[in-house]
């Protein structure tokens, strides 16, 4: 089978993009080999293309976009015939999607949610939710391991699922106001209804005890997935498991800085500074295995606690 050949400039406008909207992954894959940095930028490339589209659509109307989804799986699956796909972006993930041997159910059940974001704007259920996540989330956390092992472990896996899990769950919670002008809301109808939340409320920006109580539930559960994750970090070879180990320490202190504003949603974008950054990157280069210990021991103390 005839394969696709990437530009170094194909995957120079991928890490353009990674530098441009991910600037938190970005640092973090500078711990990467420069080998792997390139095949990482290759697979945000591949994600980040149509997740503008969906978010961020400016003039699209709902079936450009759909149009456009469809466009963008149909490189990838001529792309894997030979066909020269015409987006660079795609060239260069269809090459790293190859070399690296992604298994193809990935990229397209990450695309199947991308699908699903243009049609469903809440979730009754966590379990429903976790569908939409399998692919928003967890099918990238799985294209990365590829590119970062050979002959990933059933157990990694399963770790690379649960820290998208965790990463997505943060950018939900992070990003509850914004998905709102977006007419979506993350937070399972489920939950809210648990703790009397309504939709209106949401929409209306009001932040009271009960929505506090919510928000620190779901902070608890996606720490509960970090924490669930950490082994599989812990395996992972000393070339890459720095740059997985900053992304989870610099994206979970998300959280922190969600609580840090009294888990009022309404009251800014939570974000980690470049202070955060700079320090962490400092102690997990330095002692990653005490940086995951430590870890270990603030998620005991927070189940003794609850």
Known sequence: MSRVLASHADYAECEALHRRFGTTYYFATKQFPKLVQQDVHAVYGF?????????????????????LLCDWRTQLMDGLTGVTPESGVMRAFVQTLQSRKIPLEEPLVFLDAMEMDLTVGCYDTYADLQTYMRGSASAVGVMMLSVLEDEPTSAKREAAM???????????????????????????????????????????????????????????????????????????????????????????????????????????????SSADKIFSAARVVLAPGRTLDALASRQDRRITVL
Do not use: K
């Open 162 to 272: 649960l820290l998208g899990e965790a990463m997505q769950m943060t950018n939900f919670l992070r990003d509850i106001a914004e998905d709102l002008t977006r007419d979506r809301i993350y937070m399972p109808l489920e939950d809210m209804d648990r703790f009397g939340v309504s939709v209106d409320q949401l929409r209306a920006g009001v932040f009271d005890a009960r929505l506090e109580r919510l928000m620190r539930y779901e902070i608890d559960r996606t720490r509960a997935l970090y924490a669930a994750s950490d082994e599989g970090i812990r395996q992972l070879s000393r070339s890459t498991q720095r740059a997985v180990l900053l992304a989870r320490v610099l994206y979970s202190q998300i959280l922190d800085r969600i609580e840090a504003q009294g888990c009022n949603p309404f009251a800014g974008r939570a974000r980690t």
């Open 47 to 67: 994600v980040r293309v149509p997740d503008e589209w969906v978010d961020n659509p400016g003039s699209l109307t709902l079936d450009e976009r759909q149009a």
